[in-house]
């Protein structure tokens, strides 16, 4: 089992900074990948970034150059670094994780094993 809890969400105006932590635990093993997702109300989840067990980065076209995503293998920590934030980025941010190193399809919600159950983000104008 593995556990992800997410902090760092809170409420900014438009045009500020967040930046989401993800901290995992229990059995996370030496290679996996992870992601951050997102749930705005009524709208379907959406993955926002993703990042392989070799450190290689996926980010939305929506949020690129707003939004980066990385982590600290030591820590077993997720981050998510937001700038520039818009009113369209507020919803529960998720992190996911899945025992693949590597996936083709890296926005697809089946391809991850555990959830966190998510931080949020509002964001004014």
């Known amino acids: 089992q593995v556990q992800l809890v997410e902090s760092g969400g809170g409420a900014v105006e438009a045009g500020g900074s967040l930046r989401l932590s993800c901290a995992a635990s229990?059995?996370?093993?030496?290679?996996?990948?992870m992601a951050w997702f997102r749930q705005a109300p009524g709208k379907e989840r959406e993955g926002v970034a993703y990042?392989?067990?070799?450190?290689?980065?996926s980010h939305a076209d929506s949020i690129k150059g707003r939004l980066s995503i990385s982590k600290d293998n030591a820590k077993k920590t997720l981050y998510l670094q937001m700038n520039s934030l818009k009113p369209e980025d507020t919803g529960i941010y998720l992190c996911?994780?899945?025992?693949?190193?590597?996936?083709?399809?890296?926005?697809?919600?089946?391809?991850?094993?555990?959830w966190g159950q998510g931080t949020q983000v509002t964001v004014s104008s």
């Open positions: 990042i392989d067990a070799d450190g290689t980065t």
């Open positions: 996911a994780y899945s025992r693949a190193p590597y996936i083709a399809a890296p926005f697809r919600t089946y391809a991850y094993n555990y």
């Open positions: 229990g059995y996370t093993g030496s290679t996996y990948s």
